[in-house]
């Protein structure tokens, strides 16, 4: 088994940056690709990025193109999130995930998902 923690959530006024961390154990993350996802209050999870198994590729939401940057280091079992230029609609619970096939993610699919963390970005 997978399994996935996440840390870095907080709180910051818009317009500022945050970087997420997902430290993995059990299992390499080396075969698997590696996302996160969202949820914001009374709303669906949504996808936000995830990057191939050796990070060649990376693919992100639209509303998030140009503010984050997924990156993943197999050495540490580690991927990371950061986020710059934050708006209030980025308020959710981010959830890093794991999954077998990279294309899959962006359609909300994950084999592994950990507990979440908050981010809250204030006007």
């Known amino acids: 088994q997978l399994q996935l923690v996440e840390s870095g959530g907080g709180s910051v006024q818009a317009g500022g940056s945050l970087r997420l961390s997902c430290a993995a154990s059990?299992?390499?993350?080396?075969?698997?690709?590696m996302g996160w996802f969202r949820q914001a209050p009374g709303k669906e999870r949504t996808f936000v990025a995830a990057?191939?198994?050796?990070?060649?590729?990376?693919e992100y939401a639209d509303a998030v193109k140009g503010r984050f940057t997924i990156s993943r280091d197999n050495t540490k079992n580690t991927v990371y999130l950061q986020m710059n230029s934050l708006e209030p609609d980025d308020t959710a619970v981010y959830y890093c995930?794991?999954?077998?096939?990279?294309?899959?993610?962006?359609?909300?699919?994950?084999?592994?998902r950990g507990q979440g963390t908050q981010v809250t970005v204030s006007s």
């Open positions: 990057t191939s198994w050796g990070g060649g590729a990376a």
């Open positions: 059990g299992r390499t993350i080396r075969t698997f690709a």
């Open positions: 995930a794991a999954d077998r096939i990279f294309t899959r993610m962006a359609s909300g699919r994950a084999d592994y």
